[in-house]
């Protein structure tokens, strides 16, 4: 299917040693799997050259207990998740068959209506990414990441896999306003009761059987308490006792793209539990892209938004660039200007206002959202236009 997409969309064709990489690469995943037996994690592969190489690499030596034979190694079952890291470094991703640890159970069913009376039920496409994600319990299944569009309802996903999974469930969020749309939308259109569910934030600190957290809140760092050397996670960061205070099933990392570095330290050790995250882009700034895939899980199911848009199930999006030439006035400053200079000038240019002007004319009536990058251009637009401002110093109830 990418061979067959960059052939399609690709402007000259596609130069042969380019095909081989991206096959080779592909072909690459699931050569190593790891699996338990008898209460040991193993490493296993058909390949018996590939596992003496792997014996040899620094990254995996401290890991590696002891030779079965020459198709399986015993490695450290407390170390998965660093295995599995250090083999996706090396090039070679594990398929994780290991299995999970059985969460406390928690009796949970999607109910056919809301609470308001409105009949209710998954779209097809959230069906099928949470029984991708789920696989009937299998061991291939209950780890990785469902990719959909905004308001495609991921929130729905995760609600369904609670309700196969059933047993209580963590869910990360990145912020407070997430927190409280996960709890309405569960009590919606589950059965789960008020009092099974906890907020885990700033203003409460409650654990239930499914509790809903913020990112922020479970990374906070205690002031003056740095891990000591080869010291444990927790001495840093005091909420990360959230991950052992109940026996949790299931953990949902909501908006994956947006989870904190701290938090990949903890979900290593946390391999033994099922993880589903959720997500429109698997891109992130820091370009841990990998992680989410050696930690959380590979993608297990996605669908373009062009898709869900033909069907109906998302807005129909228009996107327009409009390009608008650099003042004359500007144009000197530009040029003795940096790179990165250059790109604020540009993106600062006053000229952009008469640009606007005609756009919000076109689009009177409207519901309009201006996205700046620099907060002294929003403030200039405020002020041109009244427009109210939401900045990283508002309020979260305000926003």
Aim: net charge negative; hydrophobic share 40%.
């Amino acid at each position: 299917a990418i061979l067959d997409g960059l052939e399609r969309f690709a402007k000259y064709p596609l130069p042969g040693n380019v095909r081989v990489d991206i096959a080779e690469a592909i072909a690459r995943y699931g050569r190593v799997k790891l699996i338990k037996r008898d209460e040991q994690l193993l490493m296993i592969s058909d390949d018996a050259p590939l596992l003496v190489e792997l014996q040899r690499r620094k990254e995996l030596r401290p890991y590696i207990l002891g030779v079965i034979d020459a198709h399986t190694l015993r490695v450290d079952a407390a170390m998965r998740g660093h295995i599995k890291q250090a083999l996706v470094n090396i090039g070679y991703p594990a398929e994780d068959l290991a299995g999970y640890v059985q969460g406390e159970s928690l009796s949970i069913a999607l109910r056919g209506e809301t609470k308001g009376g409105q009949a209710f039920g998954l779209r097809t496409y959230q069906s099928e990414a949470a029984a991708v994600y789920y696989a009937a319990g299998a061991d291939h299944g209950g780890s990785g990441v469902v990719v959909l569009p905004c308001g495609a309802g991921k929130t729905m996903v995760g609600m369904a896999a609670m309700s196969m999974d059933s047993s209580s469930t963590l869910i990360l969020t990145p912020n407070t306003i997430a927190v409280e749309q996960w709890i309405t939308e569960l009590l919606d259109k589950t059965t789960l009761e008020p009092e099974m569910i906890g907020e885990y934030t700033g203003q409460r600190k409650e654990i239930k059987p499914v509790t809903v957290a913020t990112y922020q809140t479970i990374t906070y760092r205690s002031r003056g308490k740095n891990r000591r050397e080869g010291g444990d996670l927790r001495s840093e960061y005091p909420h990360f006792e959230l991950f052992d205070s109940r026996n949790w099933g299931l953990i949902i990392y909501d908006e994956v793209h947006l989870l904190p570095a701290p938090v990949f330290s903890i979900t290593a050790e946390l391999q033994a539990r099922r993880r589903l995250g959720l997500t429109a882009t698997l891109v992130r700034e820091d370009g841990r892209e990998s992680e989410v895939f050696s930690l959380i899980g590979p993608k297990k199911y996605d669908v373009p938004w062009k898709d869900l848009e033909r069907q109906g199930w998302i807005a129909t999006a228009d996107c327009i660039e409009v390009r608008i030439p650099l003042p004359d006035d500007l144009r000197m400053e530009y040029a003795l200007a940096d790179q990165r200079h250059k790109y604020r000038i540009a993106a600062s240019s006053p000229a952009k206002y008469e640009v606007l002007d005609q756009i919000l004319l076109k689009h009177t009536g409207d519901q309009v959202l201006i996205i700046g990058m620099y907060l002294e251009q929003l403030a200039q637009v405020q002020e041109r236009y009244g427009f109210p401002i939401i900045t990283g110093e508002t309020p979260a109830r305000q926003r």
